[in-house]
């Protein structure tokens, strides 16, 4: 089945700095990768998302790259604000299948 | 829409009880998915439908656990007999299609004494 990596499991940046989460999957079947935010005590919402033909996605201060061949992905957030910090969740979904896996996940800390 | 509504919000039992939780997707949506979450584990997908059908199941700890789903606008998970370690917090999500969105309810937070 589909194995989800995702590195770092902690990250403390400053106001205004850059922050990088990466992931990594095993399953050249996954063609759909969505990167989920979470708050605490609230449920996981997805804030972009990237499908297996695109290689860069930018919304705003977030980005996404997909790089296939090497099977990672990775968040990329830009001129961090103390809102931005949460945990956050990546995924690997099989197309065909349905099947999600997700990564153990990321504690962003940002401050002020 | 109201969103995925997940029922109850807060379950609090004793070991060896049968636990009924419950989840309403969004209107329209194909897939359901159930999700349990513990710091020790995770984000972990219990179980998904497509058209109400169970696709992958792989992810059911334990024949303590089954799901159902009746119909487009309901599904329910199923925990009997309850035990301590069952003890998490319960997302239900759903989408349309199934490389799309997921939509997660509010939870529910199970406690098993």
């Known amino acids: 089945g589909e194995n989800v990596e995702q590195h770092p499991s902690t990250l403390s940046v400053q106001e205004g700095d850059s922050a990088v989460i990466k992931c990594t999957y095993s399953?050249?079947?996954?063609?759909?990768f969505p990167w989920y935010k979470q708050e605490l005590g609230k449920r996981p919402q997805l804030i972009i998302d990237?499908?297996?033909?695109?290689g860069e996605k930018k919304d705003q201060r977030i980005a996404v790259t997909l790089n296939k061949t090497a099977k990672h992905f990775s968040l990329h957030i830009t001129e961090t604000q103390p809102e931005d910090s949460a945990v956050y969740f990546c995924?690997?979904?099989?197309?065909?299948?349905?099947?999600?896996?997700f990564g153990d996940g990321t504690t962003l800390t940002v401050k002020p | 829409d109201a969103g995925v509504i997940q029922s109850p919000r807060h379950e609090v039992t004793e070991m060896g009880q049968e636990v009924t939780l419950r989840c309403k997707p969004i209107?329209?949506?194909?897939?359901l998915f159930w999700y349990r979450q513990t710091m020790m584990r995770g984000l972990e997908l219990l179980i998904y439908?497509?058209?109400?059908?169970?696709?992958?199941d792989s992810g059911m700890p334990e024949d303590r656990f089954s799901a159902k789903m009746p119909n487009a606008s309901f599904s329910t998970l199923k925990i009997q007999p309850s035990e301590p370690r069952d003890s998490a917090v319960y997302f239900c999500?759903?989408?349309?299609?199934?490389?799309?969105?997921?939509?997660f309810g509010p939870g529910t937070r199970l406690t098993v004494l």
């Open positions: 399953d050249s079947a996954s063609n759909y």
């Open positions: 995924a690997a979904i099989q197309g065909n299948a349905g099947k999600s896996t």
């Open positions: 999500a759903s989408s349309l299609g199934v490389r799309n969105e997921q939509f």
């Open positions: 990237i499908r297996s033909n695109v």
């Open positions: 439908f497509n058209n109400n059908v169970p696709i992958d």
């Open positions: 209107s329209g949506h194909d897939y």
